[in-house]
């Protein structure tokens, strides 16, 4: 076998793989929001820690097949989701603050992925940005407050977090600007449920579409940012390589 040959068979097979991943990734998440719908908790229970980790492994199998990695802090900020999605299904007072830190944790990843990859190059529309989701932070919390009673200071310390991913996400491109705020819309309805106010129709099936949605967003935003950046520094080497091969004979 040659090696074109098995080059091609190699990268067949990774392609192969990242489809069937975001086939399962697809069909898992129709399967929970089909059990919310359907009021069907076991289905609802098994479907959800198996999300995060599809997305995470996707998320890899994809950047790997296009030949480049994925973003150092992107498996651990979606692994530690999963952590959250496991421990807000557990349903008591504690396991619900151990899976709002889990999910801080990762909004951490996701905060410092961004800016590493240059969210906030554009310093004026950061700073736009960011005074637009400091005013609907500031909004909501301020009309949450009275009806959060224990929860007040964890949920707005936590919700300024999130804000922080929004405000990051914006700055890599529509696709993870509008994960990050649809990730904001979906717990701020978890927010909504913990005041008790009066639900939306569908309520926990809007938090999870718009939850999955988010992620999947940020995840493939930040590959393609990723990508971009790569190809960037392929440019520059080569034109660098071409720069110096020219210049020899001069020199000689």
Same mark, same amino acid.
């Given at each position: 076998?040659?090696?074109?040959?098995?080059?091609?068979?190699?990268?067949?097979?990774?392609?192969?793989?990242?489809?069937?991943?975001?086939?399962?990734?697809?069909?898992?998440?129709?399967?929970?929001?089909?059990?919310?719908?359907?009021?069907?908790?076991?289905?609802?229970?098994?479907?959800?820690?198996?999300?995060?980790?599809?997305?995470?492994?996707?998320?890899? +199998?994809?950047? *790997?097949? $296009? /030949?480049?990695?994925?973003?150092?802090? &992107?498996?651990? =900020? !979606?692994? %530690?989701?999963?952590?959250?999605?496991?421990?807000?299904?557990?349903?008591?007072?504690?396991?619900?603050?151990?899976?709002?830190?889990?999910?801080?944790?990762?909004?951490?990843?996701?905060?410092?992925?961004?800016?590493?990859?240059?969210?906030?190059?554009?310093?004026?529309?950061?700073?736009?940005?960011?005074?637009?989701?400091?005013?609907?932070?500031?909004?909501?919390?301020?009309?949450?407050?009275?009806?959060?009673?224990?929860?007040?200071?964890?949920?707005?310390?936590?919700?300024?977090?999130?804000?922080? +991913?929004?405000? *990051?996400? $914006? /700055?890599?491109?529509?696709?993870?600007? &509008?994960?990050? =705020? !649809?990730? %904001?819309?979906?717990?701020?309805?978890?927010?909504?449920?913990?005041?008790?106010?009066?639900?939306?129709?569908?309520?926990?099936?809007?938090?999870?579409?718009?939850?999955?949605?988010?992620?999947?967003?940020?995840?493939?935003?930040?590959?393609?940012?990723?990508?971009?950046?790569?190809?960037?520094?392929?440019?520059?080497?080569?034109?660098?390589?071409?720069?110096?091969?020219?210049?020899?004979?001069?020199?000689?």
């Amino acid at each position: 076998m040659s090696l074109r040959t098995t080059t091609r068979a190699v990268l067949g097979g990774r392609l192969r793989s990242t489809t069937g991943l975001l086939t399962g990734l697809a069909a898992t998440s129709a399967a929970h929001l089909g059990a919310i719908l359907g009021d069907r908790p076991a289905l609802r229970h098994a479907t959800k820690p198996a999300l995060m980790p599809l997305l995470a492994a996707h998320s890899v +199998t994809s950047a *790997t097949a $296009a /030949g480049g990695q994925a973003p150092r802090l &992107l498996a651990p =900020a !979606l692994l %530690l989701s999963t952590g959250g999605d496991v421990l807000l299904q557990l349903g008591n007072d504690t396991a619900f603050l151990a899976g709002m830190g889990s999910f801080a944790a990762a909004h951490v990843c996701y905060v410092t992925m961004f800016v590493g990859q240059g969210a906030l190059t554009e310093r004026r529309r950061a700073l736009v940005v960011a005074a637009a989701y400091a005013t609907a932070w500031a909004v909501m919390v301020g009309r949450l407050w009275p009806d959060l009673g224990d929860l007040r200071m964890p949920v707005a310390g936590y919700s300024l977090l999130l804000a922080s +991913t929004a405000v *990051t996400s $914006a /700055g890599l491109g529509v696709r993870t600007g &509008l994960g990050g =705020a !649809l990730f %904001l819309l979906s717990d701020t309805l978890i927010a909504t449920k913990l005041a008790k106010w009066r639900e939306l129709p569908g309520h926990q099936f809007w938090i999870m579409a718009t939850y999955i949605l988010a992620q999947y967003l940020l995840a493939s935003g930040a590959l393609k940012a990723a990508e971009g950046s790569e190809h960037r520094i392929r440019e520059a080497r080569e034109g660098v390589e071409r720069h110096a091969s020219t210049a020899r004979p001069v020199l000689a």
